[in-house]
């Protein structure tokens, strides 16, 4: 045998002219099996083998094999899963085709996680073609809701490298009872009877919460049988007095399960409690209002003594100049009167 020729559906120009091509197949055992290194883009077609040898036998086989040149590879096949039950054994597998044997494709999962159960292996399916498969095997949890699972392709290349990578994702759905339930006050501290409180309940649920239902203790225990069910609301608004202090608390309730809250308290003070109050409100009133009417009377009283002070500096001024200019008067008379 001279050599394999692989010829074009549409040329009779042997490939092995561009592209470097070896039979690793045993052709007595009519295995053609054969490796193309840096097969070239934009040569996609059918290609048929042809053998040659050096005597009068050649043969070019009739069924062709359509060949499809990608710079990235497709994305990988990955098992889809619809809903999952918190704490159930989820197992996801991953596979591709393995073109080359010799240049294995590489297979990645992510995001990583430790927790997570990985095993690679290579098949052959009934039509003899090589798969590789990853599997990850992992125990749902609330946290994995809403997560992707990805799982990533690259093959490598003969001269080095590997291609750009290709990957399909997996979202998952997991269901699980209530969690974090929390009961919050829209106020702190004693609240005065008359006003209007709110209570808020959350949790975080899927699928989400259907019934919130608000309960009061009146025993201090937190016992269910000591319960007393107030509403069925996310939301419990109240205008209060004093027979509604107490300790407060929620329940999330779905088709997986219920939970709940911490106990939040109420203090409601009556309003003799307020009347008890007032008049040392009124007496620190009247005592801020005592002091400022000093300050200004003080004020008024130091401004009205620099005035009179002044008032009086000014009449001894008078005087003195009258004074004065009268003694000069008598004395240009007398001057006057001499010979």
Not at 300 to 327: C, V
Request: aromatic residues 8%; contains cysteine; proline residues 6%.
């Amino acid at each position: 045998m001279t050599g394999p020729f692989i010829n074009s559906l549409n040329s009779q120009s042997p490939l092995n002219n561009v592209v470097q091509v070896h039979v690793v197949g045993n052709l007595t055992q009519k295995n053609c099996t054969t490796v193309f290194y840096n097969f070239p883009k934009d040569y996609n077609n059918i290609y048929f083998f042809r053998l040659q040898c050096p005597n009068e036998v050649k043969y070019n086989f009739a069924k062709g094999v359509s060949i499809t040149v990608q710079t990235a590879p497709s994305a990988p096949l990955l098992t889809s899963v619809n809903q999952i039950s918190e704490g159930a054994q989820v197992r996801l597998q991953c596979s591709v085709p393995v073109p080359c044997s010799v240049l294995p494709p590489s297979l990645t999962w992510l995001p990583q996680d430790s927790s997570r159960q990985e095993e690679t292996e290579m098949l052959q399916n009934v039509d003899g073609q090589r798969i590789m498969m990853s599997a990850v095997t992992f125990t749902a949890s609330a946290d994995h809701h809403n997560q992707s699972i990805v799982c990533s392709v690259s093959y490598p290349l003969f001269e080095g490298g590997s291609t750009e990578s290709s990957a399909a994702t997996q979202r998952l759905n997991v269901l699980y009872a209530p969690r974090f339930t929390t009961a919050t006050l829209s106020t702190s501290g004693p609240v005065s009877e008359g006003r209007t409180v709110t209570f808020t309940c959350s949790s975080d649920a899927n699928p989400p919460v259907s019934h919130y239902t608000w309960y009061r203790d009146d025993s201090g225990n937190l016992s269910s049988s000591q319960l007393t069910r107030i509403r069925q609301a996310a939301t419990l608004v109240l205008q209060v007095s004093q027979t509604d202090s107490g300790v407060y608390l929620c329940e999330a309730q779905t088709s997986r399960g219920s939970q709940r809250s911490r106990p939040v308290s109420l203090d409601v003070k009556g309003s003799c409690e307020d009347l008890v109050l007032a008049p040392y409100v009124i007496c620190g009133v009247l005592l801020v209002l005592y002091i400022l009417t000093v300050v200004v009377d003080l004020y008024k009283y130091r401004s009205l003594s620099r005035r009179l002070k002044q008032i009086e500096l000014k009449g001894e001024n008078t005087y003195t100049d009258l004074k004065t200019l009268s003694a000069t008067s008598d004395y240009d008379q007398l001057q006057r009167q001499q010979p």
